[in-house]
């Protein structure tokens, strides 16, 4: 076992990564208070320390950003202090931790926001509900965002980037995928701008890669990751051709020294949908030259089959986290894994959160 690829080390620039298993982010929605991290974050990330790399739930860059109840923020002195304590925790179990910096864009509604309208590229409604203060309710149409609000966003990015930086984190994760705002912005089906923000796949990605921009100037090299889901229909989502929007933004990032490009596999059925790919990582290989992770539905097998025929350099795992924080030591000895528990992924308690056990042979 313990020739496995997955267990193998990785190094991206000066960060030694002792295996290539990659804790998902993953929403868990116990920020109750003010949108602090809980009080028991530092234990839920510390009791899965042993992966290669760790990235946290999306955190928002700002109060504008909240599409969902009690999820964290790194806006406040109040979540940057908890975030420390998060921080001190992994590292003092050996363990690498990145945070992802998350903007949901028309993902959410005016009760979250004070009564304001999302922000989006465009003023085009998502299909769909998000739990509110006021119980469940339809997504607000959201409001085209002008050139102000751009810049102000992009902001609220490079801010985020330098709170993570003063909390101790290894890096951070630039969330673009599934349907949040820099997916809206590089989506067809969600932006019908006219400026240069809109139109071309140029224009269309030249949001995503200047918030990679202001990131990168705080960070620099190998500091950052950015989070992609080319074949993605979750949020209402939609592009007219995603092989050519992502291989266009794709080639860009090969620009950058990024510390990686965390690629989704499709979630649902796609083979009717015209241009896109049942298999992203596969297709996308040869176009992205630097680290690349996939995400989504994998096993301790396919996690090995698409390290060993070159599809990526590191494999995200996100619901088996939940419920194995030892997720390296049972894939290494083959132990059997526990199922989570779907009805207590989000809100609630220590109940599916920090209750689950390493496994005892």
């Given amino acids: ?69 009690w999820t964290p923020g790194i806006y406040t002195h109040e979540q940057i202090a908890e975030w420390k304590k998060v921080v001190s925790s992994v590292h003092e179990a050996g363990g690498k931790i990145f945070l992802q910096l998350w903007h949901v864009g028309r993902i959410s509604h005016s009760d979250l926001l004070s009564g304001e309208p999302p922000l989006a590229p465009s003023d085009i409604r998502a299909e769909g509900k998000t739990y509110t203060q006021n119980g469940w309710q ?15 966003t992009i902001e609220d990015f490079r801010q985020a980037a330098v709170k993570a930086k003063e909390c101790g984190f290894d890096g951070v994760d630039i969330h673009g995928a599934f349907g949040y705002l820099i997916d809206q912005f590089l989506c067809s089906g969600t932006n019908i701008r006219t400026d240069e923000y809109g139109g071309s796949v140029e224009n269309r990605a030249r949001f995503a890669l200047e918030v990679v921009d202001a990131v990168v100037s705080v960070w620099g090299d190998y500091r950052v990751g950015i989070k992609l889901s080319p074949s993605n229909l979750h949020n ?45 990582a596969e297709y996308f290989r040869p176009i992205y030259k630097g680290t690349l992770i996939s995400n989504a539905g994998h096993t301790r097998e396919s996690g090995e089959e698409f390290l060993t025929k070159g599809w990526a350099d590191l494999i995200s795992y996100g619901a088996l986290y939940i419920s194995n924080p030892d997720l390296v030591s049972r894939f290494e000895n083959n132990y059997p894994l526990t199922e989570p528990d779907k009805k207590k992924f989000y809100g609630g308690g220590d109940e599916g959160y920090i209750d689950y056990l390493d496994y005892t042979p």
């Fill in 236 to 280: 209402d989502m939609h592009d007219d051709n995603p092989k050519e929007t992502f291989a266009y933004l794709l080639n860009k990032l090969n620009d950058y020294n990024l510390a990686y490009v965390h690629i989704m596999e499709p979630q649902g059925d796609v083979s009717l949908k015209e241009n896109y790919l049942s298999k992203t």
């Fill in 1 to 69: 076992m313990s020739k496995m690829k997955l267990l193998s080390g990785y190094k991206i620039g000066d960060i030694e990564l002792k295996n290539r298993i990659v804790m998902a982010p993953m929403t868990r929605s116990r920020a109750f208070k003010d949108n602090i991290p809980n009080e028991n974050a530092a234990l839920y990330y510390k009791q899965r320390a042993s992966a290669g790399l760790i990235i946290t739930e999306g955190t928002q860059i700002s109060p504008e950003g909240i599409g969902y109840l």
């Fill in 138 to 152: 339809e997504f607000s149409t959201p409001k085209a965002m002008s050139k102000d609000d751009i810049s102000r």
